[in-house]
């Protein structure tokens, strides 16, 4: 490439004042400037990004070589992509390889594969942001140091000019929104955050929380309907929900009971249907008589005391929508959500599973948070989720087409064909990705040879199939609190050994660890009434709840120990906090074995009894806790949460939960050697197992086994391949020794660059 010759750059840019007066208009302006800096720097891309303080938004506004169409669509917040970084962290942000830096932010509209050198420079005057000057390049580590001064110095020559021009926009926007408002107060690209990862691209249907039976009340206003009428309903009412519990027990049935049959005893519920019919009788027409009765209901429900009783009411609710349905005939096709991306205020887990059996391609979730197990649930049953808190979205019409980006967080309202099919190719991209996964090999192996193993962690029976597809040699992790999540009432031994047999038998004879009831934090059971809790993260959880409720938890290990009969299982303890709490669970674990053995039930009593390791007290007691534990797996998202501080469900701490803290390098490699002292099996079970970047260090201090959502199998396979033990072990001992978190952030942050 020939030098840049930036002295003529910079003189170019004196000559502005004509370019002003050339040009016919502001975005005009900009694009000369744009077109003339992508001439003297001999790239095929620049663009400008305005920055307005008022939403917090960079928007583009000029580019010569992406698409014009992105002009004004793109956005981001401070912070967000590379260019939201150089503009949140006024400095430059050179890289070589965009897309592989951990700040990329994918725009997929604008075109920019292509181009991977990427530098941006922030526009500032005096301490104000006013934007950003990106220039791209299909060449790799195309731009020098020189470069990068010198586009520093360009950007500082043009601050004031496009300030000038950012505010005369600026104006003329806000005329423009007066005449318009709809248009500019709905961007087309909204940021939101990740809940359950995928793609969607579907027309969106809001549900309707605030006025759930206005729809139907204007649709029959001129409409009367007898009381026959009304039984017809809720006779077609009753079969559509019979059919739907059908469908959902096929497809989930550990988690599926009763999810809708408490709504088919309501319709059973005969001063339910007696009061509507003796409205209709008084005169009243049924439309109004069904939603007077049910908001009567809702209202019942809401005032009792139990927050699991209270929840009725969205069932109550829910029966009321359906009786309204039948009854005006409402076609299915308005208010079917098949195969439509549902807009929510508020989802309850039973909620999730219901969208699921109605085959909804998304959901955007518009509360302020996700709990886990809403999160693990959705991911277990490929429901793409985002969060955001762009509340217009409610308000969006009926059958707008929306895409949902639930890699990057973004939605795309309205998007245009180019970004549909910018997406349909990065979907089939997935799809060759899951031919990969049908070519995982069956034996995981270090580059030098030595033998690692694979396991899933399993949140429903519907991850049994998945995980056997990815063959994994076994589960690592089975979080039995699911069925106990969904359900309305804790499940009985019977139940749970109907559910646990399932997995058992489909795992066809592969070790599986069943870890104990893991309630608590934010993963909380309707029914069970916790008091109030200050902090709940901090209260009666996991092995604590279940030591507190011995008979519970001794239906639970009885299930296990009966389905287990014959087959390779194992029991783990969640969130033990010290050798007592370790001793008193196993020996609840040989009393029950003691007792199925006494009545005469076949069981496995003796399976290897072992423990996760998520709370920093274990670390001074782990040779002692190393002893009398068969296993440790370290459940990291636990153990970073509570070594650091970080409530791991909080966006607004997230930049401090950090796996590669040196206190949590050094604790693992603590735990791990402690585990090899005693010849105990040691492996790693939360998200970090699935993170390439950790997996040589892990590999280096004597991990072995991982067990990982089996969805990340084939990459993490492929890094375990790539990995010269030798070196990982050199490497390790050389991260072991830094103490800054800086200097292991560098670290980390160059291998996701050079990993991804
Ligand atoms: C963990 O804490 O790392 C873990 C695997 O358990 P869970 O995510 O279910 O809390
Ligand atoms: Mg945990």
């Known amino acids: 490439m020939p030098k840049r010759d930036h002295t003529k750059l910079i003189c170019d840019i004196g000559e502005l004042t004509e370019i002003f007066s050339d040009a016919p208009s502001l975005e005009s302006f900009l694009q000369r400037i744009v077109e003339m800096v992508a001439e003297h720097m001999a790239c095929?891309?620049?663009?400008?990004?305005?920055?307005?303080?008022?939403?917090?938004?960079?928007?583009?506004?000029?580019?010569?070589?992406?698409?014009?169409?992105?002009?004004?669509?793109?956005?981001?917040?401070?912070?967000?992509?590379?260019?939201?970084?150089?503009?949140?962290?006024?400095?430059?942000?050179?890289?070589?390889?965009?897309?592989?830096?951990?700040?990329?932010?994918?725009?997929?509209?604008?075109?920019?594969?292509?181009?991977?050198?990427?530098?941006?420079?922030?526009?500032?005057?005096?301490?104000?942001?006013?934007?950003?000057?990106?220039?791209?390049?299909?060449?790799?580590?195309?731009?020098?140091?020189?470069?990068?001064?010198?586009?520093?110095?360009?950007?500082?020559?043009?601050?004031?000019?496009?300030?000038?021009?950012?505010?005369?926009?600026?104006?003329?926007?806000?005329?423009?929104?007066?005449?318009?408002?709809?248009?500019?107060?709905?961007?087309?690209?909204?940021?939101?955050?990740?809940?359950?990862?995928?793609?969607?691209?579907?027309?969106?249907?809001?549900?309707?929380?605030?006025?759930?039976?206005?729809?139907?009340?204007?649709?029959?206003?001129?409409?009367?309907?007898?009381?026959?009428?009304?039984?017809?309903?809720?006779?077609?009412?009753?079969?559509?929900?019979?059919?739907?519990?059908?469908?959902?027990?096929?497809?989930?049935?550990?988690?599926?009971?009763?999810?809708?049959?408490?709504?088919?005893?309501?319709?059973?519920?005969?001063?339910?249907?007696?009061?509507?019919?003796?409205?209709?009788?008084?005169?009243?027409?049924?439309?109004?008589?069904?939603?007077?009765?049910?908001?009567?209901?809702?209202?019942?429900?809401?005032?009792?005391?139990?927050?699991?009783?209270?929840?009725?009411?969205h069932d109550v609710k829910d029966i009321g929508i359906k009786l309204l349905e039948n009854l005006v005939g409402i076609s299915d096709e308005e208010n079917d959500l098949r195969g439509k991306i549902v807009i929510a205020e508020e989802l309850l887990p039973s909620d999730i599973l219901k969208l699921s059996s109605q085959d909804v391609r998304g959901v955007l979730l518009l509360s302020g948070g996700m709990t886990s197990h809403l999160s693990i649930l959705a991911r277990s049953l490929e429901i793409p989720v985002i969060i955001s808190d762009a509340r217009h979205l409610l308000k969006l019409a009926p059958s707008t087409m929306v895409l949902m980006d639930a890699e990057e967080g973004k939605i795309y309202v309205e998007p245009s064909e180019t970004i549909v099919k910018a997406f349909a190719k990065k979907d089939d991209s997935r799809l060759s990705w899951k031919k990969a996964c049908e070519a995982m090999k069956p034996a995981t192996r270090t580059k030098d040879g030595t033998r690692v193993r694979l396991y899933a962690n399993v949140n429903l029976l519907h991850d049994v199939q998945i995980a056997r597809e990815y063959k994994c040699e076994g589960v690592g992790l089975y979080r039995t609190e699911f069925p106990f999540i969904v359900r309305s009432d804790f499940p009985s031994e019977e139940e749970q050994y109907v559910v646990y047999k399932k997995l058992v038998d489909g795992m066809g004879g592969k070790e599986i660890v069943f870890r104990t009831l893991d309630i608590g934090g934010d993963k909380v059971l309707s029914y069970y009434d916790y008091g109030h809790e200050e902090n709940p993260f901090l209260g009666l959880r996991s092995i604590r709840f279940s030591l507190r409720h011995k008979d519970i938890f001794a239906q639970q290990l009885r299930a296990i120990l009966r389905a287990g009969a014959g087959a390779e299982i194992r029991i783990m303890f969640p969130m033990i906090s010290s050798l007592d709490e370790l001793l008193e669970a196993k020996q609840v674990v040989r009393e029950c074995a003691a007792d199925l053995k006494k009545e005469g039930i076949v069981c496995h009593s003796t399976p290897p009894i072992g423990m996760m390791v998520e709370l920093p007290a274990v670390l001074e007691i782990i040779d002692e806790l190393a002893e009398e534990s068969d296993f440790f797996s370290i459940g990291t998202n636990d153990f970073i949460q509570y070594m650091l501080a970080v409530d791991r469900t909080n966006e607004k701490v997230a930049d401090f939960y950090l796996p590669h803290h040196p206190s949590i390098l050094r604790s693992l490699k603590k735990i791990v050697d402690a585990a090899a002292k005693h010849g105990k099996d040691v492996s790693v079970c939360g998200d970090m197992a699935h993170d390439e970047r950790y997996v040589p260090y892990f590999l280096g201090i004597g991990i072995r086994k991982f067990s990982l959502d089996p969805r990340f199998f084939p990459k993490i396979q492929k890094t375990v391949e790539s990995t010269n033990l030798p070196e990982a072990v050199r490497q390790a001992q050389k991260l072991l020794g830094r103490d800054r978190v800086s200097d292991l952030n560098a670290v980390f942050e160059r291998k996701a660059k050079a990993g991804s």
């Not at 942000?93 to 594969?113: L, T």
């Open 44 to 313: 095929p891309v620049c663009s400008i990004y305005l920055y307005y303080e008022d939403t917090g938004d960079l928007v583009l506004k000029a580019t010569k070589g992406l698409n014009p169409s992105a002009i004004n669509n793109v956005r981001m917040k401070l912070g967000e992509g590379l260019t939201g970084v150089a503009v949140k962290e006024l400095r430059p942000i050179c890289v070589k390889n965009a897309s592989r830096s951990s700040s990329y932010c994918h725009f997929p509209e604008i075109g920019e594969e292509l181009y991977e050198s990427f530098m941006a420079v922030p526009i500032v005057r005096g301490v104000s942001r006013i934007g950003a000057l990106v220039v791209q390049n299909s060449k790799k580590d195309d731009f020098s140091e020189e470069d990068v001064r010198y586009f520093r110095a360009i950007s500082s020559q043009l601050a004031t000019v496009i300030e000038t021009a950012r505010l005369l926009i600026g104006f003329n926007e806000k005329q423009g929104r007066q005449k318009e408002p709809d248009s500019l107060s709905h961007p087309k690209v909204i940021q939101g955050r990740v809940g359950s990862r995928g793609f969607a691209v579907a027309q969106a249907v809001v549900l309707d929380n605030l006025q759930p039976f206005a729809k139907f009340l204007a649709h029959a206003k001129d409409r009367s309907y007898s009381i026959d009428d009304f039984t017809q309903a809720v006779r077609k009412t009753e079969e559509r929900l019979q059919a739907l519990q059908q469908q959902i027990e096929q497809k989930l049935a550990d988690v599926a009971s009763l999810i809708f049959t408490a709504q088919i005893l309501m319709l059973k519920d005969k001063a339910f249907v007696d009061t509507v019919a003796a409205g209709i009788r008084r005169g009243l027409p049924a439309p109004k008589a069904i939603v007077a009765v049910v908001e009567e209901y809702m209202k019942k429900f809401e005032d009792l005391p139990t927050a699991y009783l209270r929840e009725k009411k």
